[in-house]
């Protein structure tokens, strides 16, 4: 952000549900095998919720880990992205502030699917700027088993479970965490390419039987795939320019963990080396909203990330919505 009061990062933290599913685990019942799903995905494994677990029980665990991070028990607001909450109506994040016994802050839920830490980075930077926080508990999470058809091998070896946070506080513009240019877009007029048909007012006010495959989440892959390459690319050039950045100044690019192809696509085209792109879907798959802060944390506790590493970040999802945004990364304790 340019001028005024500038949303810093002080705390970050991450959470997956200790269910790892191999990809021999999941050939035992799907049309496919372990080589098949990592030369098109680059996922070894991932992490899903067992019975009874949800996406607000996700983002407790993780946002408690960003505000011990940040050493701090309390905040202002709390901003939840995710694409999977725990009920339709009420909002998810209400219930997680309070959980967190953080009282009755303002807190609300943020769906962009994949685009959505993001579209949350943006909210909570916007709640800093205009002064309704001094700092604000941004959690990213996401139960995609729930939404997810078992039986369909496109989309069941791919997305997974997970949560990521991070607290930010207000300061300014010029010091280590302080979030740079922030660039977001979208476009309904593709929404079809990722979409849960079912469980909205659109299919429940007409007067039709209900397809059960059209209560699972799809996604036209091809399709997909080209404007996620585009579109992420895109948006991380504006944002590392309207930063000031050349491309070869950035240390480290955190992208959403959608597959291994698109990642590769969109940082060859940046010319971003190898050497300095974070990643972590070989362990954990696609989180959706949760990929950027679940692997900017683990980064950080395994120091693939460090304090001074100039990091931008870019995400695509539904809607279809993408963005980029950039920081410098700060010193930060991760227990």
Known sequence: MSGGRAAVVTGVGSYVPPNVVTNDDLSRRLDTS???????????????????????????????????????????????????????????????????????????????????????????A?????GIADDVLLIAADAFTTIINPEDRTTAVIFADGAGAVVLRAGSAGEPGAIGPLVLGSDGELSHLIEVPAGGSRQRSADRPVDPEERYFQMVGRETYRHAVERMTAASAEAAERAGWRLDDVDRFAAHQANARILDAVSDRLGIPAERRLSNIDRVGNTGAASIPLLLAEATGEGRLAAGHRVLLTAFGGGLSWGAATLVWPELQIT
């Open 34 to 124: 372990d080589a098949w799903i990592r030369s098109r995905t680059g996922i070894a494994e991932r992490c899903y919720i067992t019975p009874g677990t949800s996406t607000g029980d996700l983002a407790v665990e993780a946002g408690l880990r960003a505000l011990k991070s940040a050493g701090t028990e309390q905040v202002g607001a709390v901003v939840l992205a995710t694409t999977t909450p725990d009920q339709p109506c009420p909002a998810t994040a209400p219930q997680v502030a309070a959980r967190l016994g953080l009282g009755q802050v303002p807190a609300f839920d943020v769906a962009a699917v994949c685009s959505g830490f993001l579209y949350g980075l943006a909210s909570a």
């Open 126 to 130: 916007g709640l800093i700027a205009a």
